[in-house]
């Protein structure tokens, strides 16, 4: 079964930039999804198709996707922004999330 | 405004079954595919089940399959989880959440039901 794997943590100073990395067989050649998840909260979809932003996301969230590496990115990042991250593909009739990054901003 | 909201959830034994729901409204909803996305208790997202618009293409991870049946009722906008032989892993909240398509995101999620289950 493919496998996707994501640091399980990342520290990121405020103000600054922080990248998520989401590794997987070939991932380059699949549809990569991101969703932030806040404690007590549901999930919300913060980048699509690897990098397209849906409205009300803020042009700080950028993700690109290529070869065993998908790579979300978050620009001068926010106390808001602290959460935890989880990438998503499909894969042979299976959706498949990564296991999760919590993102700390110091 | 997108809706989800799940129901159903609650405590229940081992080997017991349990039915959620998911009532959509503020979208089309006979238009959108469907899926389940569960959650244990401080663990990550898993993928459950997956419906097409038409409920002609249905998919199951293989840690549900032949153990819980989605469904839905397009009349009524409202999707369905049916859960037999319930196991103490299977304890999550349980989200529907919506998508474009079979490979597509998800772009709105309900806020969850919690399932527990525990002699």
């Known amino acids: 079964s493919y496998e996707l794997t994501q640091p399980l943590s990342v520290s990121v100073a405020l103000g600054q930039t922080a990248r998520i990395t989401c590794g997987g067989n070939?991932?380059?050649?699949?549809?990569v999804h991101w969703y932030q998840q806040k404690p007590g909260q549901a999930p919300v979809l913060v980048i699509y198709r690897d990098s397209n932003r849906p409205s009300g996301i803020p042009e700080r969230f950028s993700g690109s996707n290529s070869g065993n590496t998908a790579t979300l990115t978050i620009s001068r990042a926010q106390a808001g922004d602290e959460a935890d991250y989880y990438c998503q593909v499909w894969d042979s009739s299976t959706a498949v999330f990564g296991g999760g990054t919590k993102l700390t901003v110091l | 405004e997108v809706q989800l909201v799940e129901s159903g959830g609650g405590l229940v034994q081992p080997g017991g079954s349990l039915r959620l729901s998911c009532a959509a409204s503020g979208f089309t909803f006979s238009s959108y595919s469907m899926n389940w996305v569960r959650q244990a208790p401080g663990k990550g997202l898993e993928w459950v089940s997956y419906?097409?618009?038409?409920?002609?293409?249905?998919y199951y991870a293989d840690s549900v399959k032949g153990r819980f049946t989605i469904s839905r009722d397009n009349a009524k906008n409202s999707l369905y989880l049916q859960m037999n032989s319930l196991r103490d892993e299977d304890t999550a909240v349980y989200y529907c959440?919506?998508?474009?398509?079979?490979?597509?995101?998800?772009?709105?999620w309900g806020q969850g039901t919690l399932v527990t289950v525990s002699s």
């Open positions: 959440a919506r998508s474009w398509a079979v490979n597509g995101d998800y772009d709105y």
């Open positions: 070939n991932i380059g050649s699949k549809n």
């Open positions: 419906i097409s618009s038409s409920s002609s293409t249905i």
